[in-house]
């Protein structure tokens, strides 16, 4: 029952697709970016098979995508910047069930982005359940716009991009797309525990004192 509602999700998708293109994309992809929790899985990968028939272009979705990510991610970083930590968390104690977002992960992804730092907001962009979230601890720390727009758009264009082959070379067979979807983010989570690794040693080497 569960394959075949996510097969009547995918096809309104490609119907949706159809009608509003790139804009659609980009659209939803900014609302994944928000509180909102709608998987990017299955938002990219409908327009990059389109892509794959002729109907759409494969870098436009990417860029659509990209974009839109970027948009969204630019909202939560303000609305943190305006309304501050107290009442970010009176939103989620009232309202976080609703956007699947409770006050204990919240806590463990700020915890994540203090830990890391700047780069938390490029590795955030590709780990699963923080993608959405990770630019709202970027507001409070009121990191500098331009820095926190080049590693946003870097980890949502890596991200995009992902989804994007994906669906252009797999989004005929509905099973071997979730297999390589599955697989790829496992990739990318490894990639993620590596950039992190090779941040923390060269900080870490930065901090010695010199002889």
């Known amino acids: 029952m569960l394959e075949r509602w996510l097969s009547e999700i995918l096809g309104n998708f490609l119907l949706f697709f ?3 293109s790139y804009l659609g994309v980009f659209f939803l992809m900014a609302l ?3 509180l909102l929790p709608i998987p990017s899985e299955i938002i990219v990968p409908p327009a990059a098979y389109l892509a794959s028939k002729g109907k759409m272009n494969l870098w436009g979705v990417i860029l659509a995508g990209t974009l839109g990510s970027l948009s969204g991610a630019l ?8 309304f501050g930590r107290p009442a970010f968390l009176r939103f989620i104690k009232r309202y976080g069930k609703y956007v699947l977002l409770t006050e204990a992960s919240f806590m463990k ?3 994540f982005w203090h830990n890391h730092g700047h780069i938390s907001t490029f590795v955030g962009r590709l780990l699963p359940g923080l993608r959405h979230v990770i630019s709202i601890p970027a507001g409070f720390a009121r990191m500098a716009l331009g820095l926190f727009c080049f590693f946003t758009t870097i980890g949502a264009f890596i991200w995009c991009t992902f ?7 797999f989004g005929k067979n509905e099973a071997l797309l979730k297999e390589y979807l599955a697989k790829g983010s496992y990739g990318i989570i490894l990639f993620c525990v590596l950039i992190v690794f090779i ?3 060269f900080k870490f080497k930065k901090n010695l004192p010199k002889p």
Do not use: D, R
């Open 18 to 20: 159809e009608k509003t």
């Open 32 to 34: 994944e970016s928000t």
């Open 75 to 82: 909202l939560n970083y303000y609305l943190a910047l305006k």
């Open 109 to 111: 992804m700020e915890k």
């Open 163 to 169: 989804l994007a082959l994906c669906g252009y070379y």
């Open 199 to 201: 941040y923390v040693y």
